[in-house]
């Protein structure tokens, strides 16, 4: 991709630069990589979105390790979470991450790794089974890989599995087909430990699912028109022999896995190349036979062990590298040249060392064990936030609202609390049902955020009675912003809702001054007395202390709503409730329809 100018690439240039990248990271090419990134890099860090920011800073992380500079490429990846502070909790993030634990799991910064890798695990996993997307796939694509550089291979396989089904569920051959190359892949990977440890039987068991996954994977290419990459072929191809040596077919696999592993020295990637190295140095182990008894094939498995260690190093895979080291020890004194033994063994031990290079147990305990705190973290988080938001609304319950309440200080700035409740709500539940009635208090929570003043909060108190604290509002403050509800509530389209009859609401306000401070309780009594005198009043009314609230309450000069609304407003002839929200184009010399009534 090429562009003129940083400007030129939308949001969709950006998300299509993106993938590309993503794509030259797995491919290990650097030279597609860094020629990509030089032509769009400008670009990502002058995206208007945090994210783009996030993906500069994680690509250019990339680069630093290709150039083998792992300190920078840890600035970078510090950078990049920084950015993503503000991102919201989604896929993208999930793979961001993920794209970040695999960085740091490259260049050797185990621990950073894995806390990159518990974040995005978590992230995953909230993300609902219902909303397969092309980010969650590859979230799961590169935390699988992640994780394989930190010796969990346990828990790659179930990512890479995890990965498979998300991809099953798009439309995206192409997806469908790297899943499934990367189950086998891991698959095999696993069964190559298991078998290291002695476990032949669970082994060829992991073997024959990567067969599987080979199998479905050549005849999903062959069914459909997608072809993939000559590398991905011939890894899947690799894997593919590995795993038939892992299941015992010895013999009938050499020839096909030495075509294969030429084609790769002729035509593939130095990565790639030591990896069929690899996996022919271990079938041609198997061929040797005991170390009593060693064959022809024992030096030449380590001749191309020796070649994998030099290509992986290259390749800056420092866990293959160490596989190597170990394994040329291991062939090396097989063979009874002791000398070179030790030393390759001895330096798997100092590589080991570097590395700070745990138990697969260790690093899977505490991977299990972050997953878990975090999870406890995010649990404890929803139940606090369920202990203070009311379910159907979403509003601050009535625990909350005390909360707030409790931390107002009326001494030092005036406070208005207003406490708001729906006429005659038993009916609506009578005459049609509480469903009806669930509608009607969900829409005016909506009512009130959206016609109360910035910075006001509301609380559903209880059953059909919401309050409403106005911080620094004055009587006539609270009154105007009140009548705004009111009229709101007046003007929804309640029949929308299956109701016969208009919605109105009776408001009670009360204030409290710094010259005259009360506590909230206080407060909240006096604004609901004066919610009752606005029922009596005959309801759909916005009552204070001057329409006749409770004796003993602060009563100002006024001696209506009316006369507070034309004090702030500075009208010259009395209006019904709600007349400052009327059309601009109504005569201000009108008498207020109904006015003798």
């Known amino acids: 991709m090429t562009t003129g ?8 240039a950006l998300s299509r630069a993106r993938w590309a990248l993503l794509d030259a990271s797995d491919r290990e090419d650097p030279r597609a990589f860094t020629d990509r990134l030089t032509a769009v890099e400008d670009a990502l860090a002058a995206g208007e979105a945090p994210r783009w920011l996030a993906w500069s800073h994680a690509f250019t992380a990339r680069r ?17 979470r920084a950015a993503l502070e503000d991102a919201p909790a989604d896929a993208e993030r999930a793979l961001l991450l993920a794209y970040l634990a695999h960085l740091e799991a490259t260049g050797d910064r185990f621990e950073a790794a894995l806390h990159l890798a518990v974040d995005a695990s978590l992230l995953t996993d909230q993300v609902p089974a219902d909303a397969p997307s092309r980010e969650l796939h590859q979230a799961h694509h590169w935390l ?18 995890r990965g498979h089904r998300v991809a099953a569920e798009l439309d995206d051959d192409a997806a469908r087909w790297q899943l499934l190359r990367l189950c086998a892949q891991q698959h095999a990977e696993l069964a190559q430990t298991v078998h290291r440890r002695g476990d032949d039987v669970r082994a060829a068991r992991l073997a024959a699912v990567a067969l599987r996954c080979s199998f479905t994977a050549t005849d999903a290419a062959a069914g459909c028109d997608y072809e993939p990459p000559d590398d991905e072929a011939d890894l899947l191809a690799v894997v593919h022999g590995w795993a038939l040596t892992l299941t015992g077919d010895v013999e009938d696999t050499l020839p096909a896995l030495r075509r294969v592993r030429d084609r790769i020295a002729a035509e593939g990637s130095p990565w790639l190349r030591g990896y069929a190295d690899l996996a022919l140095s271990r079938l041609l182990s198997r061929i040797a036979g005991p170390p009593d008894a060693l064959g022809a094939e024992a030096d030449e498995a380590a001749d191309l062990l020796y070649a994998a260690a030099n290509a992986f190093a290259g390749a800056g895979d420092r866990r293959r590298y160490r596989q190597c080291l170990l394994e040329l020890g291991q062939t090396t004194a097989a063979l009874g040249r002791a000398t070179e033994a030790l030393r ?6 100092t590589e080991t060392a570097r590395a700070h290079h745990g138990s ?20 404890n988080a929803l139940m606090r936030r369920h202990a203070l938001e009311d379910p159907l609304t979403g509003l601050g319950n009535r625990r909350s609202a005390e909360r707030r309440l409790a931390e107002l200080d009326p001494a030092s700035s005036p406070v208005a609390l207003a406490v708001v409740d729906i006429d005659r709500f038993k009916t609506v539940n009578d005459a049609h049902s509480h469903l009806h009635g669930d509608a009607v208090l969900r829409q005016l929570a909506d009512l009130l955020r959206q016609h109360c ?23 006539a403050q609270a009154v105007v912003a009140m009548e705004r509800v009111r009229a709101a509530v007046v003007a929804c389209d309640w029949p929308a809702l299956g109701l016969r009859a208009a919605v109105t609401v009776s408001i009670g306000i ?13 407060l909240f009594d006096d604004a609901d007395l004066n919610l009752f005198a606005a029922k009596r009043a005959g309801r759909d009314t916005v009552a204070t202390a001057a329409d006749g609230g409770p004796a ?12 507070l609304v034309v004090e702030l407003l500075g009208a010259r002839s009395a209006r019904t409730p709600g007349w400052a929200f009327e059309p601009e184009d109504a005569d201000p010399g009108d008498e207020p329809a109904g006015a003798d009534s």
């Open 5 to 12: 100018s940083p400007a030129l690439l939308d949001e969709a």
């Open 64 to 80: 630093q390790l290709i150039e083998h500079d792992s300190t920078g490429a840890g600035h970078h990846v510090t950078a990049a």
């Open 144 to 161: 699988s890989l992640a994780l394989t550089h930190l010796d969990l291979e346990e828990l790659a396989v179930a990512q890479a599995l």
């Open 344 to 349: 390759w063994l001895e330096a798997y031990r």
């Open 360 to 379: 697969r147990e260790l690093w899977a305990e505490m991977f299990v064990r972050r997953s878990r705190l975090r999870e406890a973290e995010r649990q």
């Open 453 to 475: 003043r910035t910075g006001d909060e509301v609380y559903r108190w209880a059953g059909d009675e919401f309050v409403v604290v106005l911080p620094g509002a004055q009587e």
């Open 510 to 522: 009360a204030v409290s001054s710094p010259g005259a401070p009360r506590t909230w309780r206080q």
């Open 552 to 563: 003993g309450s602060p009563a100002g000069p006024h001696t209506s709503v009316d006369d």
